[in-house]
């Protein structure tokens, strides 16, 4: 079955700072990544995800990049803010066209964004 | 519109114990998901519905673990006499067709077995 692995498992950085969080997927087959935000005691909270036919993808803040060769794919949040200290999972599915299907999460990071 | 809800939010177990959770998912969402999250992991995939068909059961962890979603909406996930290393978060999510892979999750059922 698929694995994915996450880095770092914590993350501190400074407010205005950049962060990147790093995964990795085991199966070529996987198509569709998304990455979650989950607040203490909170329902994961989708905030961006990608499909196997695009590289990146930018929704203000946030982006996601895509190596579907070396099978990496990245979080990057710049001009962090206090409000995006979380934990974040990555996850990787394969999906029918148009179907949802089972993720397979990494660990978490604990990202803490300092003043 | 109204997310995916579960009830009850906390549950407290003895061993041995059955428990039920529910999941409501948002109106009209023909995919609904069950995965079980330990204390400072990933959520883990335990079954999945299409309408009122189970079509995955691999992530179940025992036969003591049962879903249903008999009219293609509510489902309910059973664990039969509870062991201790049933407490987690159970979180439920639903997602829409066709052409989406997005999953919305529900708050969760935090479970524990004493």
């Known amino acids: 079955g698929e694995n994915v692995e996450q880095h770092p498992s914590t993350l501190s950085v400074q407010e205005g700072d950049s962060a990147v969080i790093k995964c990795t997927y085991s199966?070529?087959?996987?198509?569709?990544f998304p990455w979650y935000k989950q607040e203490l005691g909170k329902r994961p909270q989708l905030i961006i995800d990608i499909r196997s036919n695009v590289g990146e993808k930018k929704d203000q803040r946030i982006a996601v990049t895509l190596n579907k060769t070396a099978k990496h794919f990245s979080l990057h949040i710049t001009e962090t803010q206090p409000e995006d200290s979380a934990v974040y999972f990555c996850a990787a599915s394969m999906g029918q066209t148009g179907t949802a299907s089972k993720l397979t999460f990494g660990t978490g990071t604990r990202l803490q964004v300092t003043l | 519109g109204a997310g995916v809800s579960q009830s009850p939010r906390y549950k407290v177990a003895k061993r041995g114990q059955d428990v039920a959770l529910r999941c409501d998912p948002i109106?009209?969402?023909?995919?609904l998901f069950w995965y079980q999250q330990a204390l400072g992991q990933g959520p883990e995939f335990l079954t999945y519905f299409q309408n009122e068909a189970q079509l995955d059961k691999s992530g179940l962890p025992s036969d003591r673990f049962f879903a249903e979603r008999p009219e293609g909406s509510v489902s309910t996930l059973k664990i039969q006499r509870t062991q201790q290393e049933d407490s987690a978060v159970y979180l439920c999510?639903?997602?829409?067709?066709?052409?989406?892979?997005?999953?919305?999750f529900g708050p969760g059922t935090r479970l524990t077995v004493t």
């Open positions: 199966d070529s087959a996987s198509n569709y």
């Open positions: 999510a639903s997602s829409s067709q066709p052409n989406s892979y997005e999953q919305y």
């Open positions: 109106s009209g969402h023909v995919s």
